[in-house]
């Protein structure tokens, strides 16, 4: 199964714990049957747009997180979370590029 390495913008601590990189995992197959897609296409005029599943692409950021937990993520600055959140959807799209 393949894992990532998330490099932040800083030094966190939560919990006790002192980080600055997060471990993301590939998502399974039960990931992905109990969540469904993260985002789809949709046609627009002559166009596709990406529509997100917000909720779904939370859940699989929660799962997928392997060190140093999800709930020691909460203090993330939005360019870190976004970091985090692009990792783990990069794993949907060819190539590894999330759509963010």
Do not use: F, L
């Given at each position: 199964m393949a894992e990532k390495t998330v490099k932040l913008s800083r030094q966190?601590?939560?919990?006790d714990t002192v980080f600055d990189t997060v471990?993301?995992?590939e998502p399974r197959f039960e990931d992905l049957l109990a969540l469904g897609e993260p985002f789809e296409l949709?046609?627009?005029?002559?166009?596709?747009v990406v529509i997100e599943n917000t909720a779904a692409v939370a859940a699989y950021v929660r799962r997928c997180i392997v060190a140093p937990g999800a709930e020691k993520l909460g203090e993330l600055s939005i360019a870190d979370?976004?970091?985090?959140r692009g990792a783990v959807l990069d794993f949907f799209t060819p190539g590894g590029q999330s759509a963010d």
């Open positions: 966190y601590q939560a919990h471990t993301v995992r949709q046609r627009a005029g002559t166009q596709d979370a976004r970091k985090v």
